[in-house]
Nanobody
């Protein structure tokens, strides 16, 4: 199983980005999927998740601005990020979990700067 993220980059405050996570070697709909982020000097934190049954959850910091979704036909999970803030700067990681099995992507950098 391999998770490959893309879509990160440099964006101004108030801008938008869409992150993608393609799952290779498996089918996205059998996993609980999540997006985590880790800023310099901080612990990795859960940003958003979507279960096998499409229940979504968001951290308080991003609720109302970020949207997680998945496309089983493309084996891809997305994170649409709107109204980006300086505090959203971090490396964003895709996560797949099924019972006690877990996989991580390599991460994609998101930098919010003017």
């Amino acid at each position: 199983v391999q998770l490959v993220e893309s879509g990160g980059g440099l964006v101004q405050p108030g801008g938008s980005l869409r992150l993608s996570c393609v799952t290779h070697g498996t089918l996205v709909y059998i996993w609980d999927m999540g997006w985590f982020r880790q800023a310099p000097g901080k612990q990795r934190e859960l940003v958003a998740s979507i279960t096998r049954t499409n229940t979504t959850t968001y951290s308080d910091a991003v609720r109302g601005r970020f949207t997680i979704s998945k496309d089983p036909g493309e084996n891809t999970v997305y994170l649409q990020m709107n109204s980006l803030e300086f505090e959203d700067t971090a490396v964003y990681y895709c996560n797949a979990k099924f019972v006690s099995t877990e996989h991580w992507g390599q991460g994609t950098q998101v930098t919010v700067s003017s």
